[in-house]
Structures are given as structure tokens and as C-alpha cells.
């Protein structure tokens, strides 16, 4: 005690600390007052070292009753701290054993009645903590019987309570003396009286309750729902008992069980809305899984609860339609947001109809997500009427944008044929005028006719080709075919292009495959190659060049016109067989025509079973044009024979005009120039003319002259070319009902030919009129028809 304390302290602490463990105590915390009491019990041993015969005087321990109050705090029992008095003794016996000290008895004593004192008083607050505890514990006992929320009881096998707690008292109504006065049965309400004996009998017999639930009789005569769970003891003859009201959660699920009656009612009610309705109906739940699909779903689909609720539903949609559904309606149900899509539904036959599936979210009173509630209709017939008007309106659209193309080439073609037709009109008005002044040389004036002929027949191929064009609109354009040389029909149209292709320097070459020949109408043919080589020699620029290549390529006759002209954009080449189309149509345009050329070219070629093509590599490149015929089946000459030999054919020269001396004419026509120009023409011939300014006029003159011959423009105002000759015809022979009449019109059309005719004409000259073939109808009428004897 002396030199080794400290390690006495650490052999101590080492012991001691397991026993500590569960405690989790620091070391400072086990050490506690141990330090203070070694050095107490040292000044014990020392005292009584000094004091040999008497007995050392054992007194109160102050610092191990403080140990003993620290370690009953801690949460250590009387056995621990008796375990750490018992470990410090054998401690301090076992060193003093290694040091090999002789110890007296007499210390031995003192250190062992020490340690045993102090012992003492550690546990002496250990003991007053336990009693405390026994009666603390009784009145926790006490107040829990008397203070809990639940009835507490306890009743005899005779039926009497023996004890009640507030509670119960409180609960109902009546007082403890009253409760304890008569039979509890006298409480229980008369249908559970049978129960609650029952009940009685188990616990006679030692079963306990766990619950049991009857009504209980309040002093107020109203009744109130108790549940029971009892515990017996049969040898004290005694029953335990708690019981709890429960009338108000009675009421609640009375009224839970009307509400849930109501909830399968409406939910029946529901059920049988649903699966009548037109429409299908789903429900989900907050996962998006489907609990619910009505009988149109199922009578549709052919699908059955088994096959369609969950996800199974998206097994009867079209494949095309799969992934965005899922998408949308998984996205929605995050978002809690309401969706319409539409998707095709397979029905029962396997065909797929388009339906509309629109779905809306579910929300409880308390703004909780249930789910979504839906609806799909069938759209399929609103879908094909949404096709159809979609169809219809872009039909109309394309309608209207080709109305509204067709109209803007219509002015455009307005615009260009006026200037086409005007072009050759000033400068026949022009050297018409220069003519009247008689100043011209005789050079000039020769010139003058020239240029008035050449734009005359300028307008009447204009005129030729808008009547084709009419001929191929209604459908009317005839064929008269024939076996085609192409090489003669290449050789005139050279010919007629020439002049214009010397003017400009253009070299014109051709290179011909003379056993080429088709089966088909000669001058159309004709009318194709000449549009073909005008079209290139007007578009190819001084001093070009234009190359016409007609050969053979297996059963087709190719003819290739290729020019070193302005050639064609890539944009205007799908138009350039079009009606009315031109590349340039504004008024700064370069070169002439109405853009109807190669549209006839395209018609005639393929009424001739062949095709025809343009190619061009950009403007300002050249063009080239390809004719594709079938080869004629006729029996063809070998090309290694010669050529029979033909007579000579005299070259014919222009006929003098018939002469008509002698012959009475009547000109019948509203334009005074075009009666007048007749009355020139024929009076230069001999004829006796004379005129009329109408279809009345022409009556009267034709009843009083008598004339040979009578010719009548068509189109006049009132009564018409086709009127006055009705009118004629219906005269009897001597006032000249049978007088030769020649129809003098600018409608050419063959039908109107045919209609002239049948109206009683004779024969029918088109404007602007030939004066030889005027001059050569009416000597022949004239020579057929013997004029009437006069009168």
C-alpha cells in the first residue's frame, strides 16, 4: 500500500472492466472513488499497526457510500459492486503473495473487516432503492388501474364485481357502490345475454377471452358496445377483466358497411351503365395497370379479363401504333395529366379500325392520384370521311392551283396571241397605207406586196395552229394514213425552213436513212418535222448550227432534231410539251409563236403510236428534240435495186383565174370592206355584182335581181349565214329559192364544213379566201347550176 499502489490500481481496473461491459462505462467511470478509498484503507492498516493490542475502530464510509450511489445510478445491481469489493481484496492478497511479504494476522483481519464495512455501506443504497421500487411499483399500479383509458374490472364466478376502475365508472354512468350492489347481467342487454352466459361457462372453465364483445346498459337506459378480453382464476374464483368502449367505432363501421352497401350498389349501378354503353370504358389504377375493361371492350376485341386487364390491352393494338400509345399514356399517368391519342384496334375479325382513346385522372377527396378513367370510341367511319375530305381538299387545292396556272397561262396566251396577231397587222396596215399615197417606187411597191402576203400567211398558220390545237382538245383531229416516205417529208419541211435559216446564217444539215418509212398521215408528218426545225432555227442564234438525223433502230423509225441554241432549263424542260407554255413569256421576250408548236407535235406523234422527247444540258446549250415512229409493215423495195423509173412530171405553173363573164353574183356580208374587197375581186373576173349589208337586205335583192350565184358570209348579226340560206331554201324556184350559194367563214372546222353543207350551201371557203379557189367555186357553180329563166 505504500510503493505499489498505482499498479494495484491497473491489476484492479483490468478485472474489474469486463464486468462493466454491458454498461458501457469509461474508465473514469470505473475507477470512481477507488483511488480515495485506498488511500482510506491505508490509514486504516497504519492506525492499527501503530496499536498492536486493540482493535481497529471500524466507522461510516462516506466515499463508499458515494461508490455504492454512483454505481446504482450507473445501472449496476448489489451483486456487481460485491464482485468489485471481493476483486480489490483478492488484488491486494494476490501482489502482497508475489512480493513474498510475511503478513500479520492481525492486518489480514483489519484489511478484511475494512473492505467488508465499506462493502456494507455500498449497498446499503441499493436496499433502501428497492423498497422504494416494491411500494413505487404499487402505486404505479394502482394509478394505472384507476387512470387507464380502459374499463378495468374484477368480477366473481358469482356474478358480483368485486372491483372497478374509474373508467369503468365514468364510462357508464353509474356509481362504484351501484356497480357493485346487483349482477353485472342485470347490464347486459337482453339479446347478448345469451352470449355473454356462454362466455361465463369458457371462463368457469379456465378458457380465457381474448374478445368478446356485448352492450352494456348506461344509467341513462341507453346501451353502449363493449369489447371484453378476460383472463379467470379459478382458485381464487375471480375473474380479470378489461374491457373497451367501442359504440362509436360500432357506429362507424355501421356506418363504413352502409357506405361500402352503397359503394357496391353504385358500383353495380356502374357496371351495368358501363357494359350497355355505346362507347368502351376502362379504368387504371395509380400504377397505370387496368382493373376494369366493360363489355364492349371485351364483345370488340374478342380479349377476355384474363387477356386484357393489366397491360394486356396493348395486345390488340396495330404494331404501328404500339410504342407511341405506350409512350403517351405512360407519360400522362406520371404526369397525372389528361390524353387523347388515336390507334387502330384490332376487332374480332382481325381487321383493325381506328378508334380515339381519350383517359382522365382519378383524384380522392384529399387530392390523392387513384388513377385514370376512360373511353374509346370507334372513328374509323370519321376517319375515312377525314381521308376523303383531306383527299377532296387537297384535290381542290391542286384544282385550284392548276385553275389558277391555267388561268395565269390563259392571259399570258391572251397577251402573246394578240401581239402575234398584231405583229403581222402593222405592217400590213403599214404598207397598206404607203401603197394608198401612191409615192412608192415600183421597187418598194413590190416589196410591199411582198411583206403584206408573207404576214398574211404568217396569220393563217397562226390561225392553223390554234384550229389544231381546237381539233385536238374535243378530240376531232383526224388521220388520213398512208404509207410515209419520211425522207420526202424531211426534204419539203427543208425546204420551207431554208429561207428563214439563209437569213440568219444558220447551217441547216441533214443526214437521212431513205429505206426509213411509217404508216401514217403524210402532211401531219410533215407538219411534225417542219415544228421541229422552225422550233430549232428560231431558237439557235446567228451563225449556229441545227442537225436533222432520221435512222433506224430495230422496229422504229428515230428522227433527232439538234440545235446550238438557247437550249432549255432544267426547270421549264418537264413543260416544254405543254399547251401554251413558253420559257419566256413576257414582253421582252426574243423570239415569236403562241407555245403551241410542240404541244401538236406531241399529239400527232403519239396518234401515230410513237413517242417524242427533248433533252437539253442547261440554257444556252442547245436542245435536242427525238421523234420515235413504228416502222411501216408494208413490203419495202431493196435499197441495192434501183429506183423505177417515173415519167417526167411537167412543171406546173399557176393557172390564170376563171374567167366569169356574163355571170350574176350576189355578195351578201355585214363588213363593208370584205363586200367590197368581193365585189373587186369578182368584177375584175366579169362577173355582175351586187351587195348586201344583211340577211333581210340579201332576201330582197335576191328576189329582184335573180343572180347565178349567191355568196354569203356566216357570221352576221341578227340573222346568220345559217338563217338566211333556211330562209333562201324555203323560197320556191322562181323567186330564186334554188339559186348556188358558197359559205365565205372563219370557222374551219371540219364540222363546220359538214354543217354548211347541210344547211343548204353548196360548197364553203374559209377565210381569209384564196381569190383563185373563190373565183374557181363560183365558175363551177355557175357552169352546174343554169342560171333561172328571168322574169
Known sequence: MDTDREALLEDWVARVSPLFTPLRLSREQIVDALPAFLEELHA????????ADGQPALHHSEISGAHGRQRLRLGADVSLVTREYALLRDCILTRAERADMDVPPRQLRVLSACIDNALAQAVIPFAFDSAERRHAEVEERERFFQLSPDMFSVAGMDGYFKRVNAHFVHVLGWSEAELYQHPFMDLVHPDDQAATREELRKLSQGIPTLRFENRFRTRDGRYRWLAWSSRPVPELGLLYAAARDI???KAVAQEREQLLEAVRDSETRFREMADHAPVMLWVTDAQGSTTYLNRGWYAFTGQTEATGLGLGWLDALHPDDLERTRRTFTDSNAARRPFR?????????GHYRWAVDTGSPRFDADGNFLGYIGSVIDISDRKQAEVEREALLARESAARREAEEANQLKDEFLATISHELRTPLTAILGWVQLLRTGNLRESRQERALETIERNARAQGQLIEDLLDVSRIVSGKLKLDVAPVD???????????????????????????DTSSSVMGDPHRIQQVVWNLLSNAVKFTPRGGHVRLVVCRRDSLVELTVEDTGQGISEAFLPHVFERFRQADSGSTRKTGGLGLGLSIVRHIVEMHGG???????GEGRGATFTVRLPLSVTQRRDPAMPPSPKPPVAQRLPAPPPELGGVRVL???????????????????????????SAVEGLQVLQAEHPDVLVSDIGMPVTDGY???????????????????VAITAYARSEDRTRVLRAGFQSHVPKPVEPGELLAVIASLADRYPALPKA
Do not use: C, W
Open 44 to 51: 486504516m492498516l497504519a492506525k492499527a499497526e501503530e496499536d
Open 341 to 349: 391519342l388515336d390507334y387502330r384496334l384490332r376487332g374480332t375479325d
Open 723 to 741: 338563217g338566211f340560206i333556211e330562209r333562201v331554201r324555203a323560197l320556191p324556184p322562181e323567186k330564186g329559192g334554188h339559186t348556188p350559194a
Open 486 to 512: 419520211l425522207s420526202t417529208a424531211v426534204q419539203q419541211a427543208l425546204e420551207s425552213v431554208r429561207p428563214a435559216a439563209d437569213a440568219r446564217h444558220i447551217e441547216v444539215r441533214a443526214t437521212v
Open 247 to 249: 359504440t362509436e367505432q
Open 667 to 693: 355578195v351578201v356580208d355585214d363588213e363593208e370592206d370584205a363586200r367590197e374587197l368581193l365585189r373587186t375581186l369578182l368584177e375584175d373576173s366579169g362577173a355582175h355584182v351586187v351587195t348586201a349589208g
Open 611 to 617: 413517242t417524242v422527247s427533248a433533252a437539253s444540258d
